[in-house]
Structure formats: C-alpha cells, structure tokens
C-alpha cells in the first residue's frame, strides 16, 4: 500500500528563495477581489443551488446513504470555512459570497411572503406556489424545495438537507504506489466516474420528463449527480487534501464537467480557478495552491504547453474585463507561497471540444511548478499578478496535446503521421467512418486479408421467428408506452442522445417491421459506427484499438461480429485451430452501468427482458470487424451490451459494445473477455 506522507513544515523556511516583489502600485480604486472564474462555465446562481430530485427508478429502491468505493470513509464534506470549498456552497463573510447574493435575497423574500401561511407537516412544509419554475432554498444547508404533484394543481415541498463537515485541509503527498495500489485507486476512480456518470444521465433524462411540472428550466444533470453523490459521502479524497498526484487520476484523463473535477477531488472548485488551503486553515497561516485551470479565459495568459504565463485573480467587471488592480490575496497569494516553498500544482487545461457531452472539455495534464511571480501592467492598463509554470519532467504527454494531435489526425493523417499507415480503411467502405490500420513496429499486415464483416452471420433458422408486423406503429417516433417500450419493460434503453442509461440483459431495439422512423431514440446499435477507429500494432498487446474522437461514457462504439457456429460445430471449428470468441465467456458488465447501488441499498440490477445462457461460438477466423482486434483487460473501458432488432431469437443476441467511461482519442480500447471454462478452453484474441 502507498504512503500517505504528511506535508513538510511550512512554519520552516526554504534554504533559499530568491523572489522579490517590487513596490504594487497603489490603486485608486479599492480592487475588487473575487475568484478567478472561468469563462467558458456557463453556471447560474440556481444552477450552482439545483437540489437533486432524483425519483427512484425502481419500486423495490429506497434512497439512503451508501459506502464509498475507497478502502477507508471517505467523508462528503464543503470545506464551509474559505473560499477553496470543492462544493458550490460558500458560507457568508467570505470573498465568493457574492456568487449566492441573489439567491439569499429571493429565499429572504420568500420567507417574508409566506411566513405566516404555510402549512407544515413535521418537518416538511407544503407552499402553495403557482409558478413552479421557482426555485427557492430558505437555507442552503438545511432546506430546499422540489415540486410534487397533486391533484387540482402542482405545489412545491421543502424538505430537509443534511449538513456536512468542513473539507479536510491537512495536506499530504501520496508516495511509494505499489502496481496493485495503482489498480485499487485507478479502480476506485473508475467506478466512481462511472457512477457519477449514470446518475448525471439518468437525471437529465428524469428532467426532460418532468418539464411539464418545471417547464423553461435546463437540465443540469452534472450538477444533481455532483450533488447525490455528496450527500452519500461518495465524493473522494475529502479526509486528506493531496499535494501533487492524485491517485487513481491519470495524466490525459478527460473530464466534461468542473463537478466532476470536484467529486474526484482533482481541483476543488466549483468555477473558481485556483483550489488552494485558505490561510485560516493552514499550518502556517498562509494560503497554499493545490492545483489550477487553464482555459485563456484571461487576457494575460499564456498557454505554451510545458511553460504557462499564469494570471492570478480578481479585479474583473461582470464582462470578465480587467477593472481595477488586482491583490496580493487569496488565491493569488497561495500561488506565491507555493512558489515559495516549492510546492507543485496541479494543471488542468480547459477549452471547447467537438464531441463533449457539455461542448467543452477539461484534461490534466499533470504537475507544474511556480518558478517565478511578478507584478505587471496588463493589456488593460491594470496591475496583474503573473505566474511562470513550468511542466515538471519525466511525466506522460499531455493529454490536451493528444487532443490535438488527434484532431490533426482526423483532418490530415498524413501531415501528422507521415509512415507507419498501411491502409485508411479496412472496411472498405462498408462502414460509415474509414477504420484506419497503422503499424509503425513491423511488417504485419493480417487485418488487411480478412474479410471485413459489417454485422453477424446466424444461422437461417434465427430467423424464422421473425413474425410480419411484430413492431411498433409509431410513425412520427417511438413514445414511452409502445410496443417496442413494453418489451423493454416500459422505458427505452437510451436517451435521446443515444447513450446508454442502464445496462440490461437484453435490449430489444425497433426492427425493419416497426413503422418509427430511422431517426427513432430506439435505433441505436443497428446504424454502425459513428467514431473513427484506427486498428493499431502495439508491442504490448500485439493489435488493439483506439478512437481518433473523444467517447463519451454511454456511447455506442461497434458490434462484436462474426460467423455464429452452434456447440457441434464450435467443437469441429477448434479441432482445425481456427479462432473463436465465446459470448457465454463475457461477464456482465452491463451491470455496472447504471448500477446505483452506492446510493440505494436495495438496488437490484435488471433481470428483466432475460435471455439463457449464450449456448453459441463466433468463428472470426476468417471474418471479422474492427471489434475482434481490441485487447483484452480485467479493467476494460468498453462493455458487451445484448442486444435484438432484425430476430426475435434471445438465444442469438447481437454483441454491441459501449462505453464504460469517457476514452480520450488514441487511448486503448479494451474489453474483458472473460476466462476460459472446459468448452471453451484456451482464451484466444484476435492478432
């Protein structure tokens, strides 16, 4: 196990420092001092306060706490004490107050307004207000309102909130990772995305049902699911505030969401900036920055990859133009104090994306240190602090220039990879997208002399269950009570932006005998690829995968074909060495997406469309897609997902693979391929 070791003495000075300060000029206007804010976070004040108003999505669930995923407690709690709180909710008196003034004034109003006629029931108190688009919390930390249903009108219920604990601000540095340390955090934060993840999906899509009682309001799923897995204490690294790496958090991670950020305990604020121990909790009495983002939301910065011109916070009007001088405080302050102490941060860049969930994207692109710090003149004629960062070496690539490198890729492969592509697509154009094949590490050309096979081969009696007209009617696009929906159990399987909400045994898709349209939510697998693959030659894995776009969690990435064989022939096929893939041998990890268990303990994962046990081998000895050159992981970021559209044979679902987790461009695609049994025998990869 690795060592938490405690942070050295700031009460004891650096051998040398170096750094002068000159004179600040002095403003005629008193600065307005307020944390560096991102530009490109579009959050309002209710967005910042949104209760989460999660239903139960099964009658046998009941919302209660959970267990964390990490070994040790880990505790869901605000730092309610300074400005770095890694949650929205800022106490009074201090510097970000003024990001909930508003919010306080209206709950002060509507105190006022229905003081005295409010009915109350024990703890919960019904107000009866016609305008249900009103949010309003009388206190943040203890009660909030969310609409329920009744019978002549839609009223609202102020229900109570727990408190939580101050964020803890001893710092430490994790050290001494052993291999099977790296794979318990990396686990842990992978399952805790995950989670966070399905919850954010499944609220934005419980949002859109529920308009008709909140109408005009925006889905904000990041923020409820942020929000839900606070109130379970599933946040991570709350009981210790981790000076450089974070374990369990890679280099080149992608993330759509600040709350995300915020719930691995990467960077602990909800828009400011810089995360950093406020002086009034540090040892020493004096501030101490943790980590940073970089986004060029301010005039002065300068973004050169391995060095940053860094510019420190406040004096902006609300235009996020420079006003007044900015301070030596705060944040800016505990940038200059890790400086001098020598204390590294942690860089993660943020900018818009094609391809993100939230049209943005935020990357670490791991450790930076603060060697220089100065007071200038900025392009407004106002005083700025600056900071020099620079990377520290012997790290990964950054992944933000892999997000470039890729984009570069997609619109000019080869001005960015002059050699090592032996063909640009090995479909031959029977996919939607070319399927790349490079090899830049010998002269293995395999994949180019198979057959490339679009969908899976059944035997002809599959289909003699296919009954004419044994679909929906849903001509102008599938509703939550037709026929296809009822197989399904009463709702669909994704959203309607294709993703994935809950993995299931079976998913039944519209077929060529419903009356919906191609453009119909229920058609999701059956359309072919939508990313870009590239099959590659690895010296670790021989051949393996990897997206030249961004993935999104959820998302639909290829069918896993081949040429059905029944037990017999399997048996004869093996005999003759050619290579089979075995469904039965596949575990179920559709049943951790969307597995909410952490937050309802009598969650059951569902049982219901089922189908028996996969009595059937895949010949792709000769054919194949894409799908059979994915390595194999016992953490893998892709899930085998079943799946019936063109047959009604549960016995000979199709094999669709999704994403577990969001997959940056160029990383591995892997999938667990289970272990072998007395049939199967040998586990036996495509290379």
Same mark, same amino acid.
């Given at each position: ?7 050295q003495?700031?009460n ?9 300060f000159?004179?600040?000029p ?12 991102e ?7 209710a ?17 209660s ?31 970000e ?6 919010y306080?004034?209206?709950s002060?109003?509507?105190?006022e307004?229905?003081a ?6 024990g ?10 688009r009103?949010e309003v ?14 019978d002549?009108?839609?009223s ?8 939580y ?8 540095r994790?050290?001494?990772?052993r291999?099977?340390?790296?794979r318990?955090?990396r ?13 954010r ?5 419980e949002?859109?049902?529920n308009?008709?009682l ?5 889905p904000?799923?990041d ?9 379970h ?9 981790i000076?450089?790496?974070?374990p ?11 709350m ?13 900036g810089?995360d950093?121990?406020p &002086?009034?909790?540090? !040892?020493?009495r004096e501030? #101490?920055?943790?980590? +940073? %983002?970089?986004?060029?939301? *301010? $005039? ?19 235009h ?8 030596l405080?705060c944040?800016?302050l &505990?940038?200059?104090? !890790?400086m001098?102490?020598? #204390?590294?941060?942690r +860089? %993660?860049?943020?900018?818009? *994306? $094609? ?7 935020y ?19 106002f ?9 520290i ?17 997609r619109?000019?492969p ?18 939607n997208?070319?399927?790349?094949l ?8 395999d ?6 096979l679009l969908?899976?081969v ?10 004419s007209g ?18 399904n159990?009463?709702q ?6 294709g ?9 039944f ?8 349209p191609?453009?119909c939510?229920?058609r ?8 870009r693959?590239?099959?590659?030659r ?9 997206s ?7 998302s ?8 059905v064989l ?17 469904p039965?041998?596949f ?15 009598n ?5 219901y469309?089922?189908i ?14 894409v ?7 016992s953490?893998?970021?892709v899930l ?5 559209y ?21 990383k591995?695609?892997?999938i ?9 025998g ?6």
């Amino acid at each position: 196990m690795g060592s938490l070791v405690p942070f050295q003495d700031l009460n004891l000075q650096p051998e040398s420092n170096n750094f002068t300060f000159s004179p600040t000029p002095t403003p005629r206007i008193i600065p307005k001092i307020e944390p560096k804010l991102e530009p490109l976070d579009e959050y309002t004040q209710a967005d910042l306060q949104t209760t989460p108003f999660f239903s139960n999505p099964s009658p046998n669930f009941n919302s209660s706490s959970g267990s964390a995923f990490t070994r040790t407690p880990r505790s869901a709690t605000p730092d309610s004490q300074s400005p770095t709180s890694m949650i929205p909710e800022i106490p009074p008196g201090c510097d970000e107050t003024n990001v909930y003034s508003e919010y306080n004034r209206i709950s002060e109003l509507f105190k006022e307004a229905f003081a005295n006629g409010t009915p109350r029931f024990g703890d919960v108190e019904v107000v009866q207000h016609q305008d249900s688009r009103a949010e309003v919390v009388e206190d943040p930390d203890s009660r909030a309102i969310v609409p329920v249903n009744t019978d002549t009108q839609v009223s609202e219920m102020v229900v109570a909130r727990r408190k939580y604990q101050p964020r803890s601000s001893e710092l430490v540095r994790v050290t001494d990772l052993r291999p099977e340390d790296q794979r318990y955090f990396r686990d842990a934060v992978r399952k805790t995305r995950m989670l966070y993840d399905s919850l954010r999906i499944l609220t934005v899509v419980e949002d859109y049902n529920n308009q008709h009682l909140i109408p005009h309001r925006r889905p904000r799923g990041d923020l409820r699911a942020c929000q839900i897995l606070r109130e379970h204490g599933l946040w991570m690294n709350r009981d210790k505030r981790i000076v450089g790496a974070i374990p369990g958090v890679f280099i080149g991670d992608v993330f759509f969401f600040r709350m995300e950020l915020c719930v691995v305990g990467l960077h602990g604020q909800a828009q400011a900036g810089i995360d950093y121990v406020p &002086a009034s909790q540090s !040892s020493n009495r004096e501030p #101490i920055a943790t980590s +940073v %983002i970089v986004s060029g939301g *301010y $005039e002065d910065d300068q973004d050169g990859g391995d060095v940053i011109i860094y510019t420190g916070h406040g004096g902006q009007d609300k235009h996020s133009r420079q006003c007044v001088h900015q301070k030596l405080e705060c944040g800016n302050l &505990a940038l200059e104090r !890790s400086m001098h102490y020598g #204390i590294e941060v942690r +860089v %993660i860049r943020g900018f818009k *994306y $094609e391809g993100s969930a939230s049209g943005k994207v935020y990357v670490y692109d791991g450790l930076y240190r603060i060697v220089e710090c100065w007071f200038d003149i900025g392009k407004s004629g106002f005083g700025v602090y600056k900071y020099k960062l620079v990377r520290i070496e012997n790290q990964e690539e950054m992944g933000s220039a892999i997000l470039r490198f890729a984009q570069n890729l997609r619109l000019r492969p080869l001005v960015a990879r002059p050699t090592g592509y032996v063909t640009f697509d090995i479909s031959r154009k029977r996919e939607n997208v070319p399927v790349f094949l490079f090899n830049d590490i010998d002269d293995n050309h395999d994949p180019v002399y198979f057959d490339y096979l679009l969908k899976t081969v059944y035997p002809p009696y599959v289909y003699q269950s296919v009954v004419s007209g044994n679909g929906c009617e849903c001509i102008d696009g599938c509703a939550d009570n037709c026929f296809c929906a009822m197989r399904n159990g009463g709702q669909f399987a994704y959203d309607y932006n294709g993703i994935l909400l809950r993995g299931k045994p079976l998913v039944f898709e519209c077929g060529p005998h419903c009356q919906c349209p191609p453009t119909c939510r229920n058609r999701v697998s059956q359309k072919g690829l939508r990313n870009r693959f590239e099959v590659f030659r690895s010296r670790e894995t021989g051949w393996g995968v990897r997206s030249l776009d961004l993935i999104q969690a959820g998302s639909f990435i290829c069918e896993f074909t081949g040429v059905v064989l029944t037990r017999e022939q399997a048996q004869i096929f093996t005999m003759n060495g050619d290579s089979l893939v075995y469904p039965s041998r596949f575990p179920d990890r559709w049943a951790e997406w969307g597995d909410l268990s952490q937050i309802y303990p009598n969650y059951v994962r569902p049982a219901y469309p089922s189908i028996p046990p996969l009595d059937f081998a895949m010949d792709v000895s000769r054919m194949r897609n894409v799908a059979c050159y994915i390595s194999h992981s016992s953490s893998p970021n892709v899930l085998v997902q079943p799946v019936l559209y063109d047959h009604s044979h549960v016995s000979f679902p199709h094999l669709m693979l999704f994403a577990m987790e969001n997959i940056p461009p160029l990383k591995e695609i892997s999938i667990d391929y289970g272990v072998a049994d007395e049939w199967t025998g040998k586990l036996s990869i495509c290379d």
